[in-house]
């Protein structure tokens, strides 16, 4: 099977967008509606309900309380509950709506195992790091994370829409970033709020 440039550009641009659904659930797939609805971005066939005015509303609303929702205390660390699984299906559908010129098969693979597989991983991370923020500054500290969230969610959309190969490139970096640095930090958080925890039930 060859894979023409055209192939591999839709992949990127999918693999891009799904990052951002990882960050921003609806952000992304608003994004790409209006980018359709303006004749900047062709959908794949069965998609293009993407573009629709009332597919529009509904995700502009969407994405209005999805944004203000993460800065309502508690109410955030509840939704990364509910975004965990949203995102898989987010970031696959974004990727099967962009991916051109593959087989039936090819595509859904593709967007089931990198574009959900990333939305996933980029939703679990910022999940794990709001739940350490939670425990260590009490959720004072959140607000800061769910406006970086959504400036991360919104760059990456529009980069992935410019030039998909420079939002995969960043996407590629801020995964090895975050399992290089990020992860392993979050987890000595953890481990040392959980030990000062038992020292003080010990006291």
């Given amino acids: 099977m060859d894979v023409s440039l055209e192939s591999l550009l839709s992949i990127a641009l999918g693999i891009g967008l799904a990052a951002a659904a990882g960050f921003r ?8 509606g209006i980018a359709a609805r303006t004749g900047f971005l062709p959908l794949t066939d069965g998609f293009q309900w993407l573009g629709s005015t ?11 309380f999805e944004v203000l929702a993460y800065y309502i205390p508690g109410v955030d660390n509840l939704l990364d509950t509910l975004a965990t699984p949203a995102a898989l299906v ?61 400036g991360s969610s919104l760059i990456v959309s529009l980069l992935a829409l410019a030039a998909p190969f420079v939002a995969l490139l960043l996407v590629v970096l801020f995964l090895w970033l975050a399992l290089r640095f990020l992860l392993p930090a979050l987890l000595a958080v953890g ?4 030990w000062g925890a038992n020292d003080g039930l010990a006291d």
């Fill in 54 to 64: 009332p597919a529009l509303l509904m995700l502009g609303t969407a994405a209005v």
């Fill in 90 to 150: 987010a970031g696959t559908i974004i990727s099967a709506a962009v991916i051109t010129d593959l087989p039936p098969m090819v595509k859904w693979a593709t967007a089931i195992i990198a574009g959900g597989g990333v939305a996933g991983l980029m939703q679990s991370m910022t999940a794990i790091l709001r739940a350490k923020s939670t425990v260590v500054t009490g959720g004072i500290g959140n607000p800061v994370i769910a406006t970086t969230e959504l």
């Fill in 25 to 32: 659930i609806f952000v992304p797939l608003l994004a790409a």
């Fill in 191 to 194: 481990a040392f709020a959980v």
